[in-house]
């Protein structure tokens, strides 16, 4: 079964310090991998994808996430973390293949805390 | 639209009544998703459209839950019978084409409490 973990229900880091967000996923086929963001109100927004190609994918708000497919991971980081980067985490996973209706499976979600 | 707009926000029901949640998705996206988001917990899919087809129900919990899309532009998720167990944050997400690499891009979702 395709699945996708988030080991950390929260993540603190100082403002100004580097911040991960670590995912891990297990399909048993080629994987789209996505990140969202989820602000208190607010719907999910995209911030970044890895679809093919470079293994380092760049997004929104300074965000990056690194695709590392021998270790299954997906890991989302920033060099200097904002204050306003406090939010709720999810990865996401779609499947490729005529099969699949490119439904997104979630991870639980990681709540990153950015402290002054 | 300029988003993905979802209504009402808020939905309070009593158990036993039925629901209907309406999507409104970005103009011209033809993939329209279902979602359901418990507390403290990630989505989980429920239902997919291409146009006006429904091409997966899977995730649909029961026989309560139905959606459509008769145009290819609005859809409408129904409940019946609500239930406590229903309570959830409801999302629903539209992406362009079919590609698997778009982004779906989500709405601001309706909070459903069944009481």
């Known amino acids: 079964a395709q699945s996708v973990a988030q080991p950390e229900d929260q993540v603190n880091v100082a403002e100004g310090n580097p911040l991960t967000v670590k995912c891990t996923y297990s399909v048993s086929g080629n994987p789209y991998l996505f990140w969202y963001v989820q602000y208190p109100n607010r719907g999910l927004q995209f911030l970044l994808k890895y679809i093919t190609g470079d293994n380092l994918v760049k997004g929104s708000y300074g965000f990056e996430a690194e695709f590392n497919k021998s270790q299954t991971s997906f890991h989302l980081k920033k060099p200097s973390a904002l204050v306003s980067d406090s939010a709720l985490y999810f990865c996401?996973?779609?499947?490729?293949?005529?099969?699949?209706?490119?439904?997104?499976?979630f991870g639980q979600g990681t709540t990153l805390q950015v402290k002054p | 639209g300029a988003g993905v707009s979802q209504s009402p926000r808020y939905k309070v029901t009593k158990r036993g009544q039925d629901v209907a949640l309406r999507c409104d998705p970005i103009s011209g996206h033809v993939s329209l998703y279902w979602y359901r988001q418990a507390l403290g917990q990630g989505p989980e899919f429920l239902t997919y459209?291409?146009?006006?087809?429904?091409?997966?129900k899977s995730g649909l919990p029961n026989d309560r839950f139905s959606a459509e899309r008769p145009e290819g532009s609005i859809s409408t998720l129904t409940i019946q019978r609500t239930e406590q167990r229903d309570s959830a944050m409801y999302r629903c997400a539209s992406s362009s084409g079919q590609a698997w690499n778009t982004e779906a891009f989500f709405g601001q979702g309706t909070r459903l409490t069944v009481v």
């Open positions: 459209f291409n146009y006006e087809a429904q091409q997966d």
């Open positions: 996401a996973v779609r499947l490729y293949g005529s099969s699949n209706t490119g439904k997104l499976i």
